[in-house]
């Protein structure tokens, strides 16, 4: 399958900063990744789709101008949280449409504390 | 909307012991089923998949089941091990390339 990289793998940062997170396919052109995000002892949800060239196409309930997306390469997709506060502290992973067309591939997550 | 759940949030199994994991699904449009492995602070790790058309598929150490008429997903570990124990997750595919995660199962390995 597909090897997918994120970084950084933690981060803490200030109320009201913003913070950059990468997702990187490193063996494979990348179409399509996703965000999901993760809060403890909780299943993975679904933030955004995003697509190489195109601008993201987010879930039901996310902010689009809070969370944003670029997928500016088929190998790098990158989500800024903008104007971070505690509540958007949570474990954000990203993950790669397979070749196949329907499998996906999932980085190791970027732990985001908001103090 | 409709999701993926689980029937049991924890399981305690005896190493060396077969683990079966269960899931329900609810969306009868989804034609592609996951099972995925999360190790505390890591992404999820694809375990074994199943499409639709299929009702058993095989891995090393592993099988899943696909019930389609009472919508139920089973994940079986053989001989089961103490890097076994994580978090597992099935997930379905609602519509075209997406996932819906259902809510986990928290696998304990007693040696």
């Known amino acids: ?115 | 909307g409709e999701s993926v759940g689980l029937h049991l949030p924890t399981l305690s199994v005896q190493e060396g012991d077969n683990s079966i994991i269960n899931c329900a699904y609810s969306n009868s449009a989804s034609d592609y089923f996951i099972w995925y492995k999360q190790e505390s602070g890591k992404g999820p790790q694809f375990i074994i998949d199943i499409r639709s058309n299929m009702d058993k598929r095989q891995g090393q150490r592993v099988t899943v089941l696909l019930n389609k008429t009472v919508k139920h997903l089973s994940l079986q570990i053989a001989a089961t091990q103490p890097g076994d124990s994580a978090v597992y997750f099935c997930a379905e595919n609602p519509s075209k390339y997406k996932l819906s995660f259902g809510a986990g199962t928290t696998v304990t390995v007693r040696a």
Not at chain 1, 5 to 26: A, F, N
Request: charged share 15%; glycine share 6%.
């Open chain 1, 1 to 115: 399958g597909a090897v997918v990289s994120q970084h950084p793998s933690w981060v803490i940062c200030k109320s009201g900063t913003s913070v950059k997170i990468e997702c990187r396919s490193l063996d494979f052109q990348a179409t399509t990744m996703f965000w999901y995000r993760q809060f403890p002892k909780q299943s993975l949800m679904l933030m955004a789709t995003s697509n190489e060239g195109s601008k993201a196409t987010y879930e039901q309930g996310v902010e689009k101008d809070k969370f944003l997306i670029n997928h500016a390469s088929l190998t790098l997709s990158t989500l800024t949280v903008t104007s971070a506060h505690p509540e958007d502290s949570s474990f954000y992973i990203c993950s790669v449409l397979g070749p196949q067309g329907y499998e996906q591939y999932f980085g190791p997550g970027t732990r985001l504390t908001v103090t």
